[in-house]
């Protein structure tokens, strides 16, 4: 699976493609929301405004909106459980 994170004006949007399941993405999106993942830290939740994901498997793409950095996001996707 390839990821890439990119900053948009209203957040992070990060792009999954290759061997990805849009419902895997969407697993992760729960657990965040519902605080079953350690992946990140409270304060950058808090910062985190909205989850939203689309595209289809192979080609997944989740965008988060807040004043968010980069840096964070790439920092939580190395610590998910449900990519790695």
Known sequence: MNKSVNLINNGVKISFSGEVKKQ?????VENC???KCECMSDET???IQGMEVTGKDGNVELNLCGDISKEEIEKALANSKVLN
Do not use: F
Request: a positive charge.
């Open 45 to 47: 939740k808090k910062k």
């Open 24 to 28: 895997n993405i969407i697993t992760m």
């Open 33 to 35: 929301s519902t605080g």
